[in-house]
């Protein structure tokens, strides 16, 4: 006869391999919220994202949702805690140089934070009609839908944010690190017009002093130049105030050293060129020249007074810190 940990280890490997009818036999006597020795419960086991054993043609092939979607009704039905956190302990954390945020911290993730990192929209919504809560945090003080903000899981991040009333949600606390701050660290613009759109406020400051012109300028990788560029430009465009400057350098004067010359210039204040036109004196006759048909510059065309050309952010604003 099987003992209670052998049955629960069973359960677990049903769940992995998503064997429904092998997990429904072991569930009639096993917990559900058991834990293994690598802090790992079924339904935490059953949601992380995982290739099948076999590699076709040299690509690797993902176990299908559906079939994730099968063990999860199982496991809700036999009353498995959807807030229970794994018990794994803690990666890395995700920076701008950084793809994948999703993968960047494993330490306490609820199950709607794993069905987040896995891109899982038919689980995303179905744990929230479960009793899982899109404003909790793992131990890292993330919220789920951080861990939805990559391109390959778009889907999900949408279906959290209709949970969220917020135009920009707050995913990092206690810092105030909200959605548009990451969405703008890793230059995702889908994103950023996606929350732009919602009505975000473009010049909120976590409690690092970093806005979203802060995050945007950290990205530095190889090939994002066009996505940095057209993340600055959303940002603009709904009004980002480059001289906000409460605890670090404003986001001018960090442009300043970025490794894109494109990114550069959009920051640069363009300073008026000195004037052509000789100073005053009492002898001289005062003239208009933008008016005077006899004023002459040396090859004989009206003197006119260089202006100022705007550029992205041309004229410093007022600071507006939330």
């Known amino acids: ?38 802090g790992l419960g079924a339904l935490r086991v059953a949601l992380m994202r995982r290739p099948l054993s076999s590699i076709v043609h040299g690509s690797q092939r993902f176990i299908a949702e559906s079939d994730v979607y099968s063990i999860l009704r199982l496991l809700l039905d036999y009353g498995a805690a959807v807030a229970l956190p794994t018990q794994t302990t803690r990666a890395h954390i995700g920076g701008p140089q950084c793809w994948k945020p999703m993968q960047c911290d494993h330490s306490g993730q609820p199950g709607l934070h794993l069905v987040a990192a896995s891109g899982f929209p038919m689980c995303a919504r179905l744990l929230p009609d479960n009793g899982a809560n899109h404003r909790h945090k793992n131990a890292g003080g993330y919220t789920a839908l951080y861990r939805a903000l990559c391109p390959a899981n778009r889907e999900v991040a949408d279906i959290l944010l209709a949970c969220s009333s917020e135009a920009n949600p707050v995913v990092k606390f206690p810092q105030g690190v909200t959605t548009l701050h990451i969405a703008c660290r890793f230059a995702y613009t889908d994103m950023v ?72 210039e959009m920051f640069v204040l363009d300073k008026p060129k000195p ?25 004989g065309g009206p003197k006119l007074v260089d202006r100022q050309t705007p550029t992205m952010w041309a004229e410093p604003k007022t600071e507006h810190v939330i």
Do not use: W
Not at 11 to 25: D, E, G, K, M
């Open 1 to 38: 006869m099987s003992s209670q940990k052998e049955r629960d280890t069973a359960l677990r490997i049903a769940c992995s391999n998503t064997l429904p009818r092998i997990a429904a036999h072991h569930l009639a006597k096993g917990d559900p919220n058991s834990v293994s020795p690598f």
């Open 275 to 299: 004037s052509r036109i000789r100073p005053l004196t009492a002898s001289t006759e005062i003239r208009d020249p933008l008016r005077s048909k006899s004023s002459k510059n040396d090859r």
């Open 193 to 264: 017009n996606a929350i732009l759109l919602r009505g975000a406020d473009v010049n909120v400051v976590d409690s690092y002093g970093n806005t979203h012109l802060h995050e945007a300028l950290c990205q530095m990788g190889p090939g994002r130049t066009a996505d940095v560029v057209e993340t600055l430009r959303l940002l603009a465009q709904h009004g980002a105030n480059p001289d906000i400057n409460p605890r670090v350098p404003a986001p001018r004067q960090k442009a300043e050293t970025h490794p894109f010359p494109a990114v550069r």
